[in-house]
């Protein structure tokens, strides 16, 4: 299983927009290092972000 995804293949398997994975890379801090994004990093920063924001 592949860790380093692109963008596209990110989105595939995030169940999003290829559009809303940059954007949410880019609001949450997450890199894209050579066109590839980390899908752990990607995941857990998503979920961590979504859980300060019902908290808040």
Known sequence: ??????????????GME????IEKC???GVPIFQGRIDKTLF???VEEHRSVSVAA
Do not use: F, G, K, W
Not at 18 to 21: A, E, L, S
């Open 18 to 21: 290829r559009r809303d994975v």
């Open 43 to 45: 995941l857990a920063s």
């Open 1 to 14: 299983m592949a860790i380093h995804l692109t963008p596209t293949e990110l989105a595939r398997e995030a």
């Open 26 to 28: 880019m609001e949450m």
